[in-house]
């Protein structure tokens, strides 16, 4: 996946950083079928980790009823200026990385 | 050593040279997943599902999704949370997603749901090796599953 698909913004306020995450992805749920009635294959964000300095702050494991092109929001212990890592992987060995400026 | 076991020697080491940054990935907690009921979702997860409803536990749900493909829920909790998981009952796999908190990371997840049908949505933390729960009813209009 060439495009960027990660969309972030980190906040840092009183020695906690909030994170804002919208992520590009189908999320095939495996459930639908196409126009000629076939299965579409399920495709999916399984795993998210965010990576602020070293340390793994935050992960998440998604299944396919997460909703299309992924929001996700949660909140570290870091400071202004930090450097925040986020990466996705999916169920067909896709997977992205972004750096997001902390604040 | 003649040359194509050499080459099948040299050729595996490549192969699991390139595998194993993907293995770092394989965190994913499948029979959980997989799994078509909560309870069972939840013995898969935490290997328990002795839950006590806490009032610790906040879960902000809409009372009615008017569209069940986008249902955005939000777990916060002021315990000291190692794990959140999320868990809509009627959906064919009830558990949704589930994230894991580092030192210092605030019991908080956003997140937008796929709902099949009007449900109990579940929230549940883990805290202090123990579960506590928060649970609403959303109904929704028109699903979110299927096609």
Same mark, same amino acid.
């Given at each position: ?33 196409? #126009?000629? =009635?076939?299965?579409?294959? $399920? ?8 990576? &602020?300095?070293?340390?793994? !702050? ?21 400071? #202004?200026? =930090?450097?925040?890592?986020? $990466? ?8 992205? &990385?972004?750096?997001?400026? !902390?604040? | ?147």
């Amino acid at each position: 996946m060439a495009k960027k698909t990660i969309r972030g913004k980190a906040k840092a306020k009183n020695g906690m950083v909030d994170v804002k995450l919208l992520m590009k992805h189908p999320m095939e749920t495996g459930l639908r079928k196409d #126009k000629d =009635g076939n299965p579409i294959k $399920a495709h999916f964000i399984q795993t998210v980790t965010a990576t &602020a300095d070293g340390n793994t !702050v935050f992960t998440a494991e998604f299944n396919t009823s997460v909703s299309k092109d992924p929001y996700l929001a949660f909140s570290y212990a870091g400071e #202004k200026g =930090g450097a925040l890592n986020i $990466a996705w992987a999916d169920n067909m060995g896709d997977s992205d &990385a972004a750096d997001i400026k !902390v604040k | 050593m003649d040359r194509r076991s050499v080459i099948r020697v040299v050729g595996g080491a490549l192969v699991a040279a390139v595998a194993l940054p993907k293995m770092a990935w394989a965190a994913w907690s499948k029979s959980a997943m997989d799994a078509n009921e909560s309870t069972a979702a939840m013995n898969e997860l935490f290997g328990m599902s002795d839950v006590t409803t806490s009032a610790e536990v906040k879960l902000k749900a809409p009372e009615i999704a008017e569209n069940g493909a986008v249902v955005p829920l939000e777990v916060r909790t002021d315990m000291d949370a190692e794990q959140i998981a999320i868990f809509v009952d009627k959906n064919p796999s009830p558990l949704v997603m589930t994230a894991t908190m580092g030192a210092g990371t605030a019991g908080l997840v956003k997140t937008r749901v796929r709902m099949g049908e009007t449900s109990n949505v579940v929230a549940v933390v883990k805290s202090g090796g123990k579960l506590y729960s928060a649970n609403q009813e959303v109904k929704v209009t028109i699903g979110g599953c299927g096609g």
